[in-house]
């Protein structure tokens, strides 16, 4: 049984749409955090939340923690936003457990 | 202020060899995680430690694997005998430290870059 269910695990789009990418987990937490992993590999954190919502730019991450899930949308989407998108509940001392992530694909 | 930095970014061994994997934090933070990432899988926490304390190992293999994050110096993350299995990609993440709160009362993390150790 995973922890963290995350959805669609692949996504492709056309330049421009809108993007929503789903994280539903199983026991209560601290905080979650939303990664941004790029196909060499280097994983960036886009927000840590623990409630409400966040925006920076064009992306927009919000939490219901009564529900246990959160989504990361992104606005306006562009081909350099390809990557994948991984949703990592944190617990307790900061350990995190990882989404299997979305794959998302932007087209031109 | 440069962020984790984490060397080998490449590392090749032969079976039964040892690989070992430093890992240098930002500036001023005090908790280093281990994360392992096999092909085509996602990420899994590995450790957790502090200046000279191992706080959380429960994702180490029980065997060949250790780690360690000395008073001076990177945090270390030793494979001895490696094997096939073992090559992955290796990342690891700093926080401020447990007296850091954000608002949400979870710490930022800062992740490395990543190395990537292939057996051969």
């Known amino acids: 049984k995973n922890e963290v269910e995350q959805s669609p695990q692949n996504l492709t789009a056309q330049e421009g749409e809108f993007i929503t990418i789903n994280c539903s987990y199983s026991?209560?937490?601290?905080?979650l955090h939303w990664l941004q992993q790029h196909p060499g590999g280097g994983i960036v954190s886009l927000f840590m939340?623990?409630?409400g919502k966040k925006k920076h730019g064009r992306l927009i991450a919000t939490i219901n923690i009564q529900e246990k899930h959160s989504s990361l949308h992104i606005t306006a989407s562009h081909p350099r936003d390809s990557a994948v998108y991984i949703c990592a509940p944190c617990y307790n001392t900061d350990k995190l457990i990882f989404g299997t992530g979305t794959r998302l694909q932007v087209f031109p | 202020n440069a962020g984790v930095m984490q060397n080998p970014r490449h590392l090749v061994r032969r079976r039964g060899q040892e690989a070992r994997l430093r890992c240098s934090p930002m500036?001023?933070?005090?908790?280093v995680y281990w994360y392992r990432q096999l092909p085509e899988e996602g990420l899994k926490f590995m450790v957790y430690l502090q200046k000279e304390n191992i706080i959380d190992e429960s994702g180490m293999p029980k065997e060949r694997f250790s780690a360690e994050f000395p008073k001076e110096g990177p945090s270390i993350l030793r494979i001895q005998q490696v094997v096939r299995g073992d090559s992955a990609a290796y990342f690891c993440?700093?926080?401020?430290?447990?007296?850091?709160?954000?608002?949400?009362?979870?710490?930022?993390?800062?992740f490395g870059a990543g190395s990537r150790l292939t057996v051969l």
């Open positions: 939340l623990s409630s």
């Open positions: 993440a700093s926080s401020p430290g447990l007296d850091y709160q954000s608002s949400s009362g979870a710490n930022v993390l800062t």
């Open positions: 500036k001023g933070h005090s908790h």
């Open positions: 026991v209560g937490i601290s905080a």
